[in-house]
């Protein structure tokens, strides 16, 4: 093992100190310092610059009444969800027919674009039954996910592993109502060899995250309904307030459903969230949370085993902001999260989704 006083050393973790990026950057390339920081974390009452105040360092405070991110959790259990049927369909630009029963099947991620990427694990293609379902069918074939999971592309293998041991210990779980995606997902990674989490981070990582969210600031946003767990416009049109809540839509419905990776979203952020947000990512807010480049680097796509957040989906990061809140991720690496989170209300949550989703992924 390395001796971490040594490596530790490099940081001086006193109050008002700054850290020295390109030292905590080498650092972070030479040693897991993931590991190291946790262990810093949980031994020294500290006051990290970064951490703002000693109380933030602390267990999470209990949430505020009104904190409850519910937009970032819709959830309809008995939306009424067609019968699938056989007949093929057809999307633009692309050559692939897959039914309606093929795009409803766990066990089958749909592959609209096999130029757009390399060959697919069978873990992500097919899954194994009977409870590892295919990761690309909710994950989509590259990665991009959707508002109700998450995407994938590009995240650091050590960081994907890391969540899959965390899932299957319990320690990451999910707040709010337990969505059949979450319950799902869950069920799948459970059994997952060692080789099918491996195969499966190596894909992954090797995709380039794309830009396929929009971030719109507006007083109103187009009338939807809950289709399950994600929002869609109504047909008839019209639009009706947005309030404090980012909804978030696929432009085409039908392309989304079918689980084509090139599926456009729009996300109505409230007006002035996105400077508020950049605000809160570049200066912490004087304490009200840390500045997220530190860790997550200066453009927000990551460094070493901290995953990238950039161009996510808001409805996802809102929710992880929350999760980490709320204790319910409480993985090994969650610490380093914790006094990030401990003090954010659900405005800032809003505000730090607006602006990190609006940033090139
Ligand atoms: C039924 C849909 C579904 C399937 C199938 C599924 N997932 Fe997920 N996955 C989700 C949801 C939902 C989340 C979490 C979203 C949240 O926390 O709000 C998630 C989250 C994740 C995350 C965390 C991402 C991050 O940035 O931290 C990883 C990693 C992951 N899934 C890997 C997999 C792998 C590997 C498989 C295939 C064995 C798989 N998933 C299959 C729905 C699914
Ligand atoms: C002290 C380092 C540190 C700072 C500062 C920090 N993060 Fe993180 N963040 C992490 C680590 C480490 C993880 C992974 C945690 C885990 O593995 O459970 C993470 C995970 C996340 C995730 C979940 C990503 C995913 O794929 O699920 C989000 C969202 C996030 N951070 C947002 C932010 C935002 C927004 C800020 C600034 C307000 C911020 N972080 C500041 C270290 C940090």
């Known amino acids: ?63 505020a009444p009104d904190s409850f991110p519910a937009w970032a959790y819709p959830w309809v259990p008995d939306f009424p969800v067609p019968a699938p049927t056989d007949t093929p369909q057809h999307l633009p630009g692309s050559g692939a027919a897959v039914s309606w ?8 991620a749909p592959d609209w674009h096999p130029e757009d990427h390399g060959p697919m694990p069978d873990v992500v293609k097919a899954g194994r039954k009977p409870d590892v379902r295919a990761c690309g069918s909710c994950h989509r074939a590259e990665g991009t ?15 994907f ?33 060692d080789e099918e989490v491996k195969a499966a981070a190596d894909y992954y990582s090797s995709l380039k995250p794309k830009r396929i969210i929009k971030v719109v600031e507006s007083e109103t946003v187009p009338k939807n309904y809950i289709a399950r767990v994600f929002f869609a416009r109504r047909a008839e049109g019209g639009v009706e307030p947005l309030g404090k809540r980012i ?34 990512v570049k200066t912490g807010g004087a304490g009200v949370t840390a500045p997220c480049g530190i860790c997550h680097g200066p453009d927000l796509k990551g460094v070493g085993a901290i995953p990238g957040i950039a161009g996510r989906s808001p409805s996802y990061i809102a929710r992880q902001l929350y999760d980490f809140q709320q204790g319910a991720r409480a993985g090994s690496s969650s610490a380093l999260m914790a006094p990030t989170v401990a003090k954010l209300t659900q405005d800032d949550m809003i505000a730090l989704a607006a602006y990190v989703s609006s940033r090139e992924p």
């Open 145 to 159: 996910g959707g508002p109700e999971n998450a995407s994938l592309a590009g995240l650091p293998v050590a960081y």
């Open 1 to 63: 093992m390395f001796d971490n006083s040594v490596r530790v050393k490099h940081f001086t973790f006193k109050e008002n100190d700054e850290i020295k990026l390109h030292e905590y950057h080498a650092i972070l390339e030479e040693i897991q310092m993931i590991e190291i920081l946790s262990r810093v974390l949980c031994a020294l009452p500290v006051s990290v610059a970064l951490m703002a105040t000693p109380a933030a360092a602390q267990a999470p405070a209990a949430p």
């Open 247 to 280: 909804v978030e839509m696929p432009d085409d419905v039908e392309q989304f459903e079918l689980r084509d990776a090139r599926a456009q979203f729009t996300a109505y952020v409230p007006v002035g969230s996105i400077a508020k947000g950049e605000s809160l």
């Open 101 to 108: 029963t093929q795009a409803r099947d766990l066990f089958y």
């Open 161 to 193: 592993t890391r969540q899959i041991a965390d899932f299957k210990s319990g320690a990451r779980k999910f707040s709010g109502p337990q969505r059949s995606p979450v319950l799902l997902m869950n069920a799948s990674v459970k059994t997952m060899t």
